[in-house]
């Protein structure tokens, strides 16, 4: 991800089917964004990657390196107008970035427990459900569940997708 991909991300988080799966659910403002990115982009540990298909951005994904080792987390999110098929094709591109540029041990995933559409996603690329974290976050009216997963380098078998 580069300054200049900043509006294009911004309005995809901002469209009301992807934020309201977000853990910020306010509508962002075009200054606070640039501030998030300035600050992540002298981040080493996170990764914030455009995702492309046949050189059209089609969504976002950011790896987050843990500390203690080559574990991460991720977090993604297609653009809206994004065709059929194009979230299969972004998680697999993602998991080869992850496991074979990064060379991480195990990625890390979290879904509100009311998302089933992340969570289908997480179990059709190979993660395994670790956890349930109950009522652990409060969206300003009511309390949710996270449902956690991992996915071991050894457990996913590379796979061809498109570029990230």
């Known amino acids: 991800m580069r300054a200049n991909d900043l509006e294009r991300v911004l309005a995809w988080r901002n469209h009301p089917e992807v934020r309201r799966y977000m853990y910020t659910r306010h509508e962002i403002r075009l200054d ?5 990115f300035e600050r992540a982009s002298q981040d080493p540990a996170k990764h914030l990657l455009i995702f492309a298909v046949a050189g ?4 976002f994904v950011n790896i987050t390196q843990h500390q203690q080792g080559p574990i991460a987390d991720w977090g993604f999110y297609l653009a809206p107008e994004a065709p059929r098929g194009t979230g299969r094709q972004l998680g697999q591109s993602a998991l080869t970035f992850a496991f074979g540029e990064l060379g ?8 509100l427990a009311f998302n089933e559409r992340s969570i289908r996603f997480h179990r059709r690329l190979g993660f395994q459900q670790e956890g349930l974290l109950r009522d652990q976050y409060f969206d300003g009216e009511q309390f ?10 050894h457990e996913w078998p590379s796979q061809s997708g498109e570029s990230i």
Request: charged share 10%; net charge positive.
């Open 32 to 36: 606070e964004h640039r501030q998030w």
């Open 56 to 59: 059209t951005p089609t969504g």
């Open 104 to 111: 991480l041990h195990k990625l890390c995933g979290q879904a």
């Open 144 to 153: 949710h569940s996270m449902v956690c997963f991992g996915l071991l380098h």
